[in-house]
């Protein structure tokens, strides 16, 4: 049962463009989203977070984006540069999981300069 | 300093082997973590310690014992594994075991069993 959920296993952008990277979940009790980032040979490294009590968290080029009623999010990278291609893991918490993060399945993103 | 750092960064063993992996964070955190990685697969959780106590077991079978001997270090002790568990194996520490909170991962421990 994947409780959450990254249809695109791959993705690929020019630079300087937006890259969209999305997130579907199933489990209504999640209310606290993530985003990692992982390069190769590294573990996944922390990128951005969202609330559920929140519809938009901001933090320089990345925005996630979060919408309950269609448990969806999405991570929008602008301007996307080649140094950004990596997977990219959405994953979701809740208060009822306690420290359990359930991860998606990841994105590849190839940012081409 | 905010590294989770793991040791070795690669491991390779026979299935009648014992190894340790370690791992080591000093920032401070009460929560670390074990999860398992395989090739383009989420990370999956297999333990979760929390003041030094194990808090989580995810049903991880026998051949994988984990410790905590302090605050600090957390470790994974691997008996008997079988070619199927070959994996990168993922330490994380957070501030406390609450549902938010991010995590800080280590660099990871690559193992292969022959």
């Known amino acids: 049962d994947q409780q959450v959920k990254q249809n695109s296993p791959s993705l690929s952008v020019q630079e300087g463009r937006i890259s969209i990277l999305n997130c579907d979940y199933t489990n209504s009790m999640f209310d606290y989203f993530l985003w990692y980032k992982k390069y190769p040979a590294e573990g996944p490294t922390f990128l951005i977070s969202?609330?559920?009590?929140?519809d938009k968290n901001e933090d320089g080029r990345f925005t996630v984006f979060l919408n309950k009623s269609a448990k969806h999010l999405s991570l929008h990278i602008v301007p996307s540069q080649p140094g950004d291609s990596a997977v990219y893991f959405c994953?979701?918490?809740?208060?009822?999981?306690?420290?359990?993060?359930?991860f998606g399945e990841g994105t590849q993103l190839t940012v081409n300069p | 300093d905010t590294e989770v750092t793991q040791t070795p960064k690669h491991l390779v063993m026979g299935m009648t082997n014992k190894k340790s992996l370690k791992c080591e964070q000093h920032m401070g955190h009460r929560a670390m973590y074990w999860y398992k990685q395989k090739a383009k697969k989420p990370p999956e959780l297999m333990f979760v310690?929390?003041?030094?106590?194990?808090?989580i077991n995810e049903s991880v079978p026998s051949r994988f014992s984990p410790e905590c001997p302090n605050s600090s270090l957390l470790n994974l002790h691997l008996h008997a594994l079988q070619p199927e568990d070959s994996a990168l194996y993922l330490c994380a520490s957070s501030q406390e075991t609450l549902g938010t909170g991010e995590l800080f991962f280590g660099e990871g421990s690559r193992l292969t069993v022959l």
């Open positions: 310690y929390s003041y030094e106590k194990l808090s």
């Open positions: 969202i609330s559920s009590i929140k």
């Open positions: 994953a979701a918490s809740g208060e009822t999981s306690g420290s359990r993060l359930t």
